[in-house]
């Protein structure tokens, strides 16, 4: 089992920055993947950005490119994501998530583990 808490979330206006960290806990000792989904209100669950477990390979939505950065320390056990020139489009419940596998995907079914998110509200 892998426990996951994120955190950063909060209310930020258009163009500005936050900072998310996802703190994991439980079976950290195995390689794992790791990636951040988002969840607006009506609207399915989507891909954010995702990170191999040794950071290497990081992978975006097309329409995120050049505004997230997802990065990890290992020897803390967590995950970030800074996202830049927010809009308030970005505003949804940010989830994190593990993939038992050291390859990271973009792909909700790929994911293992999953936090309870944190909210991000971008006001105009």
């Known amino acids: 089992q892998v426990q996951l808490v994120e955190s950063g979330g909060r209310l930020v206006q258009a163009g500005g920055s936050l900072r998310l960290s996802c703190a994991a806990s439980?079976?950290?000792?195995?390689?794992?993947?790791m990636g951040w989904f988002r969840q607006a209100p009506g609207k399915e669950r989507e891909f954010v950005a995702a990170?191999?477990?040794?950071?290497?390979?990081?992978y975006y939505a097309d329409s995120l490119k050049g505004r997230f950065t997802i990065s990890r320390d290992n020897a803390k056990n967590t995950l970030y994501l800074q996202m830049n020139s927010l809009k308030p489009e970005d505003t949804a419940v940010y989830f994190c998530a593990v993939r038992m596998s050291p390859f990271a995907g973009s792909s909700r079914s790929e994911y293992d583990y999953w936090g309870q998110g944190t909210q991000v509200t971008v006001s105009s």
């Open positions: 990170i191999s477990w040794g950071g290497g390979n990081t």
């Open positions: 439980g079976r950290t000792s195995s390689s794992y993947a």
